[in-house]
Every structure is written in structure tokens, then in C-alpha cells.
């Protein structure tokens, strides 16, 4: 995985750790008081998964991003460009 542009990228991967031990990494979609809600990576396909506070024994920043480095042999070009209009519609 490449490292992301910016150490504070929102597409940051981090790794949750629950206190039964469970761990779920990926992207932190949403957080309040009482959870936090992850885009869980390792599922295939992903999930979106949310956690409550109270069960969270600690939160790792990775310092990754979840997008493969290689991304651009991996994907046809538009394929390229179809990400890229999704991500453009999700800001």
C-alpha cells in the first residue's frame, strides 16, 4: 500500500482494537461521542462497521492509505477514471 499524500488523509488506514481483542482496519468513516463508524477493509467485499467507544481498547494510525500503490496497473483506464468521478461525487 503507498503511503498517503498528507499524514492527516481522511483515506488514512487505522487499525481498531476492541477490548475482547477483536481488530477491524480501515478508514474512519464517522465518530461522535458514543461510536465510531469504520470502513471495514479486510471484509471482502468491505463493510461499513460501527463500534462503540466503551469497546475500543486503543485506535492505531497506519500512516497508509488504503488505496493499493499500484492501482494504476491494476485498473483499466476507465476503470481510472470511473474511481476517480466516484470520488469526486463523495465530497
Do not use: C, H, W
Not at 474512519?28 to 461510536?35: L, N, P, Q, V, W
Not at 483499466?76 to 474511481?83: E, F, K, R, S
Amino acid at each position: 500500500l503507498a503511503p498517503p499524500s498528507k499524514s492527516d488523509s481522511p483515506y488514512q488506514l487505522i487499525i481498531v482494537t476492541t477490548k475482547n481483542n477483536r481488530t477491524i482496519t480501515g478508514v474512519r468513516r464517522r465518530e461522535d461521542k458514543e461510536s465510531m463508524q469504520i470502513f471495514d477493509v479486510s471484509a471482502l467485499p468491505p463493510i461499513s462497521r460501527t463500534v462503540e467507544k466503551g469497546d475500543v481498547s486503543g485506535v492505531d494510525q497506519t500512516g497508509r492509505s488504503a488505496m493499493p500503490g499500484d492501482f494504476g496497473k491494476r485498473l483499466t483506464p476507465q476503470q481510472v477514471a470511473d474511481l476517480i468521478a466516484f470520488l469526486k461525487q463523495s465530497k
